[in-house]
């Protein structure tokens, strides 16, 4: 098929005027000029009007699993308090609402343009039935703890390891979460390390999200490691900063998405870039918690690949009273409002691009480009140019239409 739009746009390439896209099965076989182009036998051509054509979004991090246990914990004093309120909601949840919370926290994404998420799986007996439910692209990162349940870390690892190798082969994909450094042993964080290099499984934990952890791990002492001190071995703290810890274990490689990284000790956003490690930003959640200023420009400057996410919406302040949604246009504007220097374009890229090479998929995924995968989106324009960073980024509703794997997954109206 043939796919023409008022302009086509891959970021960090000049947008196409009157471009056009040609999909053959589930790759973009070409890009360009409409008027450069010539349809062949029982080649459908839809003309898209007044829009923007432009890749997927790639959602970096995301907890589908609680997405209807949005407006049920407020913003705390500490982070501990929060973990304690989360533990309690999941304790009272089944398995038919946590699988309803997961499609609802599905058909968002899909509405508001995600074509790819990044979901952390707490419950994975879930898999693979949601991933046949949803047209969206899932990489299912099933979650490790142990601390509560005392399991070995091998145990712990083997059963998700063994999960993985279970699942049936497809568009839905698998890989490790262990949770975060105080939440999982130094052993599991490296047995971990060492099964995802072994088994070419990427890689997601939560890292330095709070000052508590970043005091815990530094210094030894906070409400976080006044809380755990009575649950854990603690000796892994005081000898540095979150970011060190996991470089200890041997976490810090290619295939790792660190997520949040809100606090960085001296020489953090070095050892990140070093190891090639991308690290996933949550805007919305960064401003519930009420963290210091997400320090971007040191990740920037240092190289690191930046990418966005929504996280969950237990973490997502409603406005107005209104119950809030998984959007990762919401987290674009929210990180557009946090930093006023930062070009639109460059934010677009966080949401398609980069977070692609944070799952490997660079080439594949989040870009519009011959060979890459045939996944696209688009929201009505009728500006020039100019103005398509603006009109992504503070695009609001429902994308006009979303194709995944070259079929539709949202038909685009009035074509």
């Known amino acids: 098929m043939i796919l023409r739009s008022r302009l ?10 009157d471009g056009a896209v040609r999909v053959d ?28 054509l432009l890749p997927g979004l790639v959602n970096a991090h995301c907890h589908l699993d609680y997405t209807e246990m949005a407006g049920r914990a407020y ?34 994404l899909l509405n508001s343009g995600v074509t790819t998420v990044a979901d952390i799986e707490a419950v994975p007996e879930l898999l693979p039935d949601v991933w046949s439910s949803t047209p969206l692209r899932v990489w299912s990162f099933l979650e490790m703890t142990g601390i509560r349940s ?110 949040h990284v809100n606090y960085l000790a001296p020489g953090d956003a070095g050892l990140l870039a070093a190891n090639r490690v991308s690290v996933a930003h949550c805007p919305r959640s960064h401003a519930y918690f009420r963290h210091d200023a997400f320090p971007l420009r040191e990740l920037r400057e240092s190289g690191v690949n930046i990418c966005l996410g929504t996280d969950s919406l237990v973490s997502v302040l409603s406005e107005r009273g209104d119950i809030p949604q998984l959007s990762l246009f919401a987290d674009m504007q929210a990180c557009a409002l946090a930093h006023l220097d930062l070009p639109l374009e460059e934010i677009v890229e966080m949401a398609t691009r980069n977070g692609a090479a944070a799952l490997g998929q660079s080439g594949v995924l989040g870009e519009l480009s011959p060979g890459a995968k045939a996944d696209l989106i ?28 070259g079929d539709w997954a949202l038909e685009p109206g009035g074509v």
Not at 79 to 90: E, Q
């Open 8 to 17: 086509v746009w891959s970021p960090g390439q000049p947008p196409i005027e």
């Open 25 to 52: 099965l589930d790759r973009i076989v070409w890009i360009g000029s409409f008027h450069g182009i010539e349809s062949g036998s029982g080649e459908t051509v839809y003309d898209l009007g007044e829009r923007i």
């Open 75 to 108: 913003p705390p004093a500490a982070f501990p308090d929060w973990i304690k309120a989360l533990l309690v909601l999941k304790a009272h949840w089944t398995y038919t609402e946590y699988a309803r919370s997961w499609l609802c926290g599905a058909t968002m």
């Open 150 to 259: 005392q399991r070995s870390p091998g145990e712990i690892l083997r059963e998700a390891t063994d999960r993985i190798e279970a699942l049936p082969k497809g568009r839905g994909s698998a890989g490790l979460s262990p949770h975060a450094p105080y939440s999982t042993t130094p052993e599991l964080l490296r047995l971990a390390a060492v099964a995802g290099a072994e088994h070419s499984l990427r890689l997601t934990t939560h890292v330095s999200e709070s000052r508590e952890e970043f005091q815990m791990f530094t210094r030894g002492t906070g409400p976080l490691f006044d809380w755990l001190k009575s649950q854990r071995d603690m000796s892994d703290c005081g000898g540095g900063s979150p970011v060190q810890h996991l470089q200890r274990q041997g976490l810090l490689r290619e295939n790792l998405l660190a997520v």
């Open 378 to 405: 688009a929201i009505p324009y009728a500006g020039g140019p100019e103005g398509v960073g603006e009109a992504v980024v503070h695009h609001q509703g429902t994308v006009a239409a979303s194709m995944i794997d």
